[in-house]
């Protein structure tokens, strides 16, 4: 009941916010605001939905594929949460050059997984686009969470739905999910359910009265490992039948929650945190007692958790880490060769 009062008190938020999000796509749209283009092609990828879309992973397996076929890669982010301001060049495509603090935890973990891009943090997406261009020779521009981002012009508009959640939204920010209208989709150019391996028939067609000519497509979640934080512990274990106690600070937190259990833990206990948390000392400790208290043999986090991990040399219960991976397949990746202008250095 408090909970339901709290919303009604939260709609004229969400309605002022729906109306500064319409007017500033209709001045983009009239081209009041103006839309840069760089010299290069740019592939978006966004969400229309707050959070626990899979985003990150996405931007990985998109990168990958694109580097293995020739290309110059680079990748721009605001990075969000960083605690740093200005434009941060996490990775050169040689080295990581700065920390999860400096870069925010998920520039930090794309250029973990994708060592061989160009990772820039910088809220002037132009800016990070030029510089990717001009100092590292990019060929290709990933743009990490610029579906709402107007300014910079893009060859290809990508927007990932959690398979899991119901098409018919209806609320904006703060009261629903919504970061903008679904009329946004007109917008998009392919439409993604992701965690999924089919795309569900109903959610498309409703999704797609709202934009007849997009796309969709699915890309299945896998399991990539299971990897041990520390090197004193062995990588590439197994929780089945064992204890754990599950940890995270992401959008969605069911999503990490059914993926431990199909790992088939013994016990299974978890503890939530808000998105991009980072954790303190205090914090790890209260886990690693809880666990123990609980009979448990592992804490287990994820990739984007474990980067926001305080520094710590040994601890009485080892900790895990779930890696996850999306699976891109043939329908899409052509298709995405398909919507891209030609490129000279490029094997398709």
């Known amino acids: 009941m408090l909970l339901n009062s709290l919303k009604w008190l939260l709609f004229p938020l969400s309605g002022i916010y729906s109306l500064v999000t319409f007017i500033r796509n209709l001045l983009y749209d009239l081209g009041f605001f103006k839309i840069i283009k760089v010299s290069v092609p740019v592939i978006a990828v966004g969400n229309i939905t707050a959070g626990g879309t899979g985003k990150t992973p996405f931007v990985i397996a998109l990168a990958k594929f694109l580097s293995e076929r020739g290309l110059r890669v680079g990748i721009i982010t605001r990075g969000y949460r960083r605690q740093s301001r200005g434009q941060v060049v996490v990775s050169d495509g040689k080295q990581i050059l700065s920390n999860p603090r400096q870069a925010g935890d998920e520039p930090y973990l794309i250029a973990q997984n994708v060592p061989n891009v160009i990772v820039i943090a910088d809220t002037d997406r132009i800016a990070a686009a030029r510089t990717a261009i001009e100092k590292y020779a990019c060929e290709m521009i990933i743009a990490d969470d610029a579906f709402q981002h107007r300014r910079l012009a893009r060859d290809l508009n990508i927007v990932l739905w959690d398979a899991q959640m119901p098409a018919k939204q209806r609320h904006l920010l703060p009261v629903g999910r919504l970061r903008e209208s679904l009329p946004g989709l007109r917008r998009a150019d392919f439409l993604v359910f992701s965690r999924s391996d089919e795309v569900d028939k ?21 399991i990539s490992a299971l990897d041990a934080l520390t090197a004193e512990n062995d990588s590439s274990v197994s929780i089945a039948g064992k204890n754990a106690l599950g ?14 259990r199909q790992l088939r833990p013994g016990k299974d206990i978890f503890r939530r945190f808000p ?11 209260d886990l690693i007692t809880i666990g123990r208290n609980n009979n448990c043999d592992c804490l287990l986090t994820t990739e984007k958790d474990a980067v926001n991990l305080p520094e710590f040399e040994s601890q009485t219960l080892p900790i895990l880490v779930l890696k996850i991976k999306f699976e891109l397949d043939e329908k899409i990746r052509a298709a995405i060769l398909r919507n891209l202008p030609p490129l000279t250095n490029f094997t398709a």
């Open 202 to 222: 109903k959610q498309k067609l409703f999704l797609n009265k709202y934009n007849p000519r997009m796309s969709f497509f699915n890309a299945p979640l896998v």
């Open 247 to 260: 940890f995270c600070g992401l959008g969605n937190h069911v999503q990490f929650e059914n993926t431990v």
């Open 275 to 285: 998105d991009h948390h980072r954790y303190t000392f205090a914090e790890l400790h």
